[in-house]
Every structure is written in structure tokens, then in C-alpha cells.
């Protein structure tokens, strides 16, 4: 079996599951995530199976995937995070945020 197959075991892309990026196959769990938890947060790969209850294989074919394809995911994942902040700032304050504010006095 070659390298390419057994990725593409682990890993799926499904238009409109997840916005279409690379995912664990059979779960909503991005390959973005996996490589977030792990290389950010130091969570082992061990820990990520568990946590998520995914065989060893999936985690590390998506570390693979991730690294065979870093810059995409890391451009992808930064215009998205850019997306959600310009929302942020751009949205009015829900009625909890505001009943916060009135509460701490803002």
C-alpha cells in the first residue's frame, strides 16, 4: 500500500463537512485541530487518540497530512481566524454581553 493510500484511510475531505478541509475520516475532527493540539498545546498524540477515542493511525496520518501540506493549513487556518475577528469587531454586543458590561459598570 502506498504512502498516498494510507493517508487518504485517515483523511477525508467532504464538501460541506467542516467548510470541506481535511478531517479525520469518519469524524468532524480537522487536521487543523489535531496539528493545533499537538504542536501548540503539547498534547501527545497518544492523549488526542484518547481524548477523541480515534486509533493511533488517524492522528499521526493527519500529522503527516498537516505537514505534508503546512503552509495551505496554516494560511487557511489564519484567513479564518482573520474572518472570525473582523466579525467580532464588527458585530453589536448580545444582550449577555451587554447585560455583563452593565453589571461590571463598562
Not at 40 to 63: F, Q, R, T, W
Not at 65 to 80: C, F, V
Not at 81 to 89: D, F, H, N, S, T
Amino acid at each position: 500500500m502506498s504512502k498516498k493510500s494510507l493517508i487518504t484511510e485517515h483523511i477525508e475531505i467532504t464538501p460541506g463537512v467542516l467548510g470541506g478541509k481535511p478531517c479525520i475520516a469518519g469524524h468532524r475532527i480537522a487536521v487543523a485541530h489535531i496539528a493545533e493540539m499537538y504542536l501548540k498545546m503539547g498534547i501527545s498524540i497518544e492523549e488526542i487518540a484518547g481524548k477523541y477515542d480515534l486509533p493511533l493511525a488517524s492522528v499521526h496520518a493527519a500529522m503527516t497530512y498537516y505537514y505534508d501540506r503546512r503552509e495551505e493549513i496554516d494560511r487557511h487556518t489564519a484567513e479564518s481566524r482573520a474572518i472570525v475577528e473582523e466579525l467580532k469587531r464588527n458585530s453589536p454586543p448580545s444582550p449577555l454581553q451587554e447585560k455583563l458590561r452593565a453589571i461590571r459598570g463598562e
